[in-house]
């Protein structure tokens, strides 16, 4: 092969992996959930709508001063005192792990033992130094659901 045909093969090669590369790029804009407003845990949205809607559980089965983990959903629901419900992120603040479990008034993460107050996700014990981010729920009728 002369050196001219080595520099044309080298040159396609490039243009077929750029073109890969920016095929991909618009096949993965074009599956996106549009933009990071249309609703995300920082946004209320009435009942109904969007993701919000939905029963997580019967108020019955948050026990009190424990919670209850949804990992589908990506939230805890907590009931820090009788006839008192909080919902937080389930992911760990620290290195994002999903949290596991509920138990007097903690919520514990299994990766590296964060815990955090079940009242108000604020962290009670490191590694992780930010509190878990509140989510917005709604409870009537017995039946709690994600606003």
Sequence with gaps: MSAAQEIQVHVGRRAVVAAGATGLAVVLTACGSGSKDS??????????EGNGGAPLA??????????VVFADQGVVVT????????AFSSE???QGCAVKGVAE???TCPCHNSMFDA???EVRGGPAT????EKQIRVEGGSITLA
């Design 58 to 67: 019967a108020t019955a089965d948050i026990p009190e001063g424990g919670g």
């Design 92 to 94: 760990c603040t620290h």
């Design 39 to 48: 609703g995300g845990s920082d946004t209320v949205e009435p009942a109904g």
């Design 119 to 121: 009242a108000t996700g």
């Design 130 to 133: 930010t509190p878990l981010p």
């Design 79 to 86: 009931q820090p005192q009788a006839g008192e419900f909080k």
């Design 105 to 107: 008034g903690v919520i």
